[in-house]
């Protein structure tokens, strides 16, 4: 009988130390390096478990082809590069790691909130290239933060995490997410709000953490982002399709949003030519200075690393074992 065969579609390259160390001699584990769907062909269809990350998709054309896969795990939180719902009428469980970057997403979109709203990404961009008055008059009115209204839209985890530590800058918060239970916001201490208008109404700051779906795709675009506030910060730490990020350099550049945070794209790397990329490379655009750009970054950490990389394999190892799997999402 031979060995099962656990494939890593992208992003993880040899060493696999960490899989190696959580699955052993009980499979083979071959990691592809692909950058795209296209690249699996005639490699993963005799694969017992698979493990996707983000530079590619899984969608029917390679799911047809799997002979024998007993879960697909994706080795992160969002989920949406899999065509789940395939992979059910197949018979293939779909799994994510959904605590894994908790902390590091939270920690990293407080980040860019604060470095936005104290001034210090923009004074920062504009002094090394010398532009302006070696003073913080550029960059003015920059109003306390203490009692201003951070709107988080998905209040799971990681939105949970965020209000946490939002806290304890002085930062009213309130949240937008019809699915999550009756009463988190009295265990968080902080405020439910019942429609997404009103949230970015009311917020200075809009932090998004909600999952890419049919519902949440552009759920802030041109409209809503002329909704928030004249001089209001935006951050997205989330997945790159549930913003508009077009529609966000062209808000900064007319001068309503005061500053934004991006550290996912719709597509990832974007092309040389995309929108965000020209406005934050160019010193001349008028946009530059104001957003604030990450490759894709807040989830890691090196013992996240380690952590989502384990996870995924020891999911793996349950499928391939015949174990009940702990996080399957389809």
Known sequence: MSIPKVVITDFIAEPLVFERGV??????????????????AGRIEDAAAVICYHYLSITRATLERLQNCKAIV???????????????????PVCNVPDYGTEEVADSALGMMISLARGTHFLHSRLRRGVGDWSVEQ?????R???????????????????LRAKTFGLEVIFYDPYVPDGLDKALGIRRVDSL?????????????CPLTRETTNIVRADELAAMQPGSFLVNTAR???VD????????????????????????????????????????????????????AAFYCEEG??????????ECLRAIRGEPLRNVVN
């Not at 001699?25 to 795209?36: G, K, P, R, T």
């Open 240 to 242: 790159g399709g549930v």
């Open 74 to 92: 994706r080795g992160g939180v969002g989920y949406d590069n899999i065509d789940s719902a395939t992979a059910r009428e197949h018979g293939i």
């Open 139 to 143: 960059a003015k009115p920059i109003p």
């Open 197 to 209: 208008e009103e949230l970015l109404t009311r917020s200075y700051i809009v932090s998004l953490h």
């Open 305 to 314: 690393g380690e952590e989502f990389r384990s996870k995924a394999a020891r």
């Open 23 to 40: 699955i052993g001699d009980e499979a083979e584990i071959v990691a592809l390096e692909a950058m795209s769907e296209e690249e699996l």
């Open 145 to 163: 933060l203490r009692g201003r209204v951070l709107g988080i839209i998905g209040c799971g985890r990681i939105g949970s995490a965020v209000a």
């Open 245 to 296: 990020t077009t529609a966000v350099v062209d808000s900064l550049a007319a001068g309503h949003l005061r500053g934004a945070g991006i550290d996912v794209l719709e597509q990832e790397p974007p092309e040389e030519d995309s929108p965000v990329l020209r406005a934050w490379r160019d010193p001349a655009h008028p946009a530059h200075d104001r957003l604030f750009l990450n490759p894709h």
